[in-house]
């Protein structure tokens, strides 16, 4: 998969999550919920701007990681765009900075979570799941 290109400290970007994965969707809320200043834009991996977006990622693997998306259109996927999601969040900067000095850190960590977000999606209640939908409906609404 293509790796980051360093996007500037605070750009916009989009990140794109399986809206089927429970576990995703609780994880893209949480992040968008400590993304107070709105750099963050979640968008499901299977609606039509998801896929406009991932023309370059094959149909049968983009599924198979989240994604996100900068303002020039450069695609990053699973561990390389939890290093650049990361560095748009200021409570994330411990983590982005380790992300930047041992790149392999972010990619095995997300190998790890990617691999069991079934489990994970299990301890997802509903009252989370309402709460994480309603979160990230308002934030595709903002401009």
Not at 65 to 75: E, K, L, M, R, T
Request: glycine content about 8%.
């Amino acid at each position: 998969m293509p790796s980051p290109t360093s996007v500037p400290e605070h750009s916009q970007l989009t990140v794109l999550y399986d809206e089927d994965c429970r576990f995703c969707r609780w994880s893209v809320a949480k992040l968008i919920s400590l993304d107070g200043a709105a750099h963050l834009r979640p968008e499901p991996i299977q609606s039509e701007l998801g896929q406009q977006l991932l023309a370059a990622i094959p149909t049968a693997e983009r599924l198979a990681s989240a994604h996100c998306v900068d303002a020039a259109g450069q695609v990053s996927s699973g561990g390389d765009a939890f290093s650049l999601v990361a560095a748009q969040i200021p409570g994330l900067g411990f983590a982005s900075r380790v992300a930047s000095a041992v790149p392999i850190v972010p990619q095995v960590g997300y190998r790890l979570v990617a691999g069991n977000r079934g489990s994970f999606g299990r301890f997802m209640t509903t009252e989370r799941l309402a709460a994480a939908d309603l979160a990230i409906a308002a934030r595709r609404k903002q401009p």
